[in-house]
């Protein structure tokens, strides 16, 4: 009998993880969605795309899976949530599936892909644990815009700091870069807004590198689909600063 030779199949490595929670963001899937996997797909890196759906009610449920079926790039994985898990609770999810050495939160509505890219080699080159796309920049004239907004996410960036001893401008940005292995080694409890700090809490207690670049951000507004409400989502946020402070 002639011996049959085992093909080598060799999974291909991937660098990094990237996560898009959203819910109900029908009007930016043919747009801002679309445009971002096409910038990933023509940087030709070892990047995969994981799209989560938490359970919208729009219609994005739909075109998401249509694009689906369109299979435009190779590496995209889709999460469609029976029930609505809130962006932590999304991002916990997709983390789970991931293959990345570095998973990756962005915002498809506000931020730039290209500034996500420069985020994942920076990482990369300094090997940072966890960096941080700080919107603060003297040229950002869009952060003054919802000024209770900038003036919470401000002082609770200050808490972090004195608290933790970082030097962060700006914990509340939506492009997040972190370690895999490193957050498989944390519990994190949080489930909404106030997932992204409980995060920079305890990779700051295990004293894994913390870093920022500046990243650009265009908010779009509440008449938009702009979700996050300064007094409601900061009193959450703070209490998770200070529960991981003292737990």
């Not at 790039?73 to 999810?93: A, D, E, P, T």
């Not at 913390?210 to 996050?228: M, Q, T, V």
Request: net charge positive; with cysteine.
């Amino acid at each position: 009998m002639k011996k049959v030779k085992k093909k080598n199949i060799r999974q291909k490595y991937i660098f990094a993880s990237i996560i898009c929670p959203l819910f109900n963001e029908v009007n930016y899937i043919n747009t801002n969605l679309i445009k971002f996997i096409n910038v990933i797909k023509a940087s030709k890196k070892n990047y995969e795309i994981i799209i989560v759906d938490n359970n919208s009610t729009d219609g994005t449920s739909q075109k998401l899976r249509e694009l689906k079926k369109e299979n435009i790039y190779k590496n995209i994985r889709f999460i469609f949530n029976k029930n609505n898990l809130g962006k932590g609770g999304s991002v916990k999810k997709a983390c789970k599936i991931s293959k990345g050495k570095y998973c990756c939160i962005f915002d498809i509505d506000e931020y730039f892909a290209k500034d996500l890219l420069k985020g994942i080699e920076l990482a990369k080159k300094k090997s940072f644990d966890f960096l941080i796309g700080t919107r603060i920049n003297q040229k950002n004239k869009y952060l003054y815009i919802y000024k209770a907004n900038f003036y919470g996410v401000k002082f609770l960036t200050w808490l972090i700091n004195i608290f933790y001893g970082l030097k962060l401008s700006d914990a509340a940005a939506a492009i997040k870069i972190f370690d895999r292995k490193k957050y498989n080694s944390l519990k994190i409890n949080s489930s909404g807004f106030d997932f992204e700090f409980e995060l920079i809490c305890k990779f700051a207690k295990k004293n894994f590198l913390i870093d920022e670049f500046y990243s650009n951000y265009k908010p779009r507004s509440f008449a938009e689909g702009k979700k996050l409400i300064a007094w409601k989502d900061g009193s959450k946020i703070l209490i998770i600063i200070l529960k991981t402070l003292f737990r």
